[in-house]
């Protein structure tokens, strides 16, 4: 059974810095992608999450505009684990972060953490 379980997150000031973590478990996690999205709370009904950071199972990463150069993505063995680092938080920052991933042709997310950045 796959399993993706974040932790991190929290309430912190702009300029600030947070670190969300993801352990996955249940697959063979070098061979997957992993996808950090998020979703700012009271966004219309279907609206898709965004992407916000990606890095793939060779370890190639990919950023969204708004986070290049203040969010790292990276993949640690051998604890199954994808981190985002993120620094100098802003406040459009806020919202809720899910790690995901593709196994077997599925669709896995985490159970989202919060981010709260206040001005």
């Known amino acids: 059974q796959v399993r993706l379980v974040q932790s991190g997150g929290g309430v912190v000031q702009a300029g600030g810095s947070l670190r969300l973590s993801c352990a996955a478990s249940?697959?063979?996690?070098?061979?997957?992608?992993m996808t950090w999205y998020r979703q700012t709370p009271g966004q219309a009904p279907g609206k898709q999450r965004e992407l916000v950071a990606a890095i793939s199972s060779g370890g190639t990463t990919t950023y969204a505009d708004a986070v290049k150069g203040r969010f790292t993505i990276s993949r640690h063995y051998p604890q199954n684990t994808v981190t985002l680092q993120m620094n100098s938080l802003k406040v459009e920052d806020t919202a809720d972060y899910y790690c995901?991933?593709?196994?077997?042709?599925?669709?896995?997310w985490g159970q989202g953490t919060q981010v709260t950045v206040s001005p």
């Open positions: 995901q991933t593709k196994w077997k042709q599925k669709d896995f």
């Open positions: 249940g697959l063979v996690f070098y061979m997957v992608n």
